[in-house]
């Protein structure tokens, strides 16, 4: 009798675990639901816990705290849309090219949901974790991407690039968030950061013909 019960008690164990695990998904879902409507602040646990069926009491023992609520849902959901499809963003024939691509799809995606740029940069600041948060978990993935394109350029100049772009992008999710830069703005201005970079004597060779300036004759 002693064996059922103990052979037992592992698949019960099992089904307990899917069924929280569903639970944790849909209390995830409801995250994204509401900040994809309202951004941060309508993320409210009441709101998750009529939607779910959940008690607010659970959701803490879930997930310890809203903020952390608000963290694992916008992870998950900058994977699902940035770190998954990221290397597929990688398009043209030279490096400069690459990485106008790949900038102008993921501002595509945020211009899509402008709600959950406001929710990321929010709940990113609200970790108060610069080396293992939402940002930090971005930079990860989408950096390296970007810095092995440029693997042939001089390392010195390759490293300066990178991070006027990494400067330029956080500054644009701030003053999209704070109202002081329209999001549709923010592409064509990185072009022409990128196209301006690229003209660097660093950069010869790793940019298309097109892009190259006429340069005025010296006077004489």
Known sequence: MEEAVTAHLPAEKGR????????????????????????????????????????????????????????????????????????????????????????????GVWEQNPTMLETFVRAALAENDPRGGLAARSLEVLVPLTAGVLHGVDEEYRADLLMMLEHFTHSAMTF??????????????????????????????????????ERPAPAR
């Open 176 to 213: 999209v968030v704070r109202g002081h830069l329209p999001i549709a703005e923010v592409y064509p201005q990185l072009e022409r950061t990128v196209r301006r970079l690229a003209q660097h004597p660093a950069m010869t060779g790793y940019r298309p013909a097109s892009w190259e300036w």
């Open 16 to 107: 307990l675990q899917r069924s929280q695990d569903a639970r944790r998904e849909r209390i995830l879902a409801a995250v994204l639901d509401l900040a994809r409507v309202g951004g941060y602040d309508a993320i409210q646990l009441r709101a998750i816990s009529e939607r779910t069926g959940t008690s607010t009491d659970t959701i803490y023992r879930y997930f310890g705290s809203r903020d952390q609520l608000v963290s694992a849902a916008v992870r998950q959901w900058i994977d699902r849309e940035f770190m998954d499809p990221a290397p597929t963003w990688l398009e043209g024939d030279t490096p400069a090219e690459q990485i106008l691509s790949f900038n102008r799809r993921v501002w």
